[in-house]
Nanobody
Framework: QVHLVESGGGLVQPGGSLRLSCVASGIMFRDNNMGWFRQAPGQQREWVATMPRGGSALYEGSVKGRFTISRNNAENTVYLQMNSLKPEDTAVYYC?????????WGQGTQVTVSS
């Protein structure tokens, strides 16, 4: 059974940083692409970044240069380092993977950027 568990969210002031983690189980982690998405209140869920199983990371335009996605295959964990946070980054952040042709999502972690 596939499980994704996010952590690391919280309240931070504009310009601050947070590091999100997502621990995966039930998959061959090193063989899976891992992604981060976010959903702000009243908005659709949107893609933020992808860390492929091989190759370079990919980023949505508004976070490029501020966010960094990385992975530790030995610990089955994908990270999202978020710097220079803005109020518009406020959202619930989810990690996602695809296994056996099915999407799997974590429960999400709340990130609030406010002074």
């Amino acid at each position: 059974q596939v499980h994704l568990v996010e952590s690391g969210g919280g309240l931070v002031q504009p310009g601050g940083s947070l590091r999100l983690s997502c621990v995966a189980s039930g998959i061959m982690f090193r063989d899976n692409n891992m992604g981060w998405f976010r959903q702000a209140p009243g908005q659709q869920r949107e893609w933020v970044a992808t860390m492929p199983r091989g190759g370079s990371a990919l980023y949505e335009g508004s976070v490029k240069g501020r966010f960094t996605i990385s992975r530790n295959n030995a610990e089955n964990t994908v990270y999202l380092q978020m710097n220079s946070l803005k109020p518009e980054d406020t959202a619930v952040y989810y990690c996602k993977t695809v296994a056996g042709g099915r999407d799997y999502w974590g429960q999400g972690t709340q990130v609030t950027v406010s002074s």
